[in-house]
């Protein structure tokens, strides 16, 4: 079992930075892909990137430049760092946890807006 709590969402203006984080509890964080995801307001949700449990990450195209995920398995925790933020990333980012066995935890989420 892991749970999950994200920290850091907030009000920001357009062009200004947020790091988000995500605060693992349970054991083995480390045998965790952990993804960052994001609903915008009608929208689908969509993955922001993945922290694989090797290190690497992965980002979508669209998300490519402005997002930057990292982790430290020793405080279990895993960060979206964003900048340069503009009015359409303004939704609720949510952390997951998911292992090679496929099990599958999420966070409550964390409240980003921009405004312009």
């Known amino acids: 079992q892991v749970q999950l709590v994200e920290s850091g969402g907030g009000l920001v203006q357009a062009g200004g930075s947020l790091k988000l984080s995500c605060v693992a509890s349970?054991?083995?964080?480390?045998?965790?892909?952990m993804n960052w995801f994001r609903q915008g307001p009608g929208k689908e949700r969509e993955l922001v990137g993945t922290s694989w449990k090797n290190g690497l990450t992965y980002y979508p195209s669209s998300m490519k430049g402005r997002f930057t995920i990292s982790r430290d398995n020793a405080k279990k925790t895993v960060y979206l760092q964003m900048d340069n933020l503009k009015p359409e990333d303004t939704a609720v980012y949510s952390c997951?946890?998911?292992?090679?066995?496929?099990?599958?935890?999420w966070g409550q989420g964390t409240q980003v807006t921009v405004s312009s």
């Open positions: 349970g054991r083995s964080f480390e045998d965790y892909h």
């Open positions: 997951n946890a998911l292992s090679d066995s496929l099990k599958n935890y």
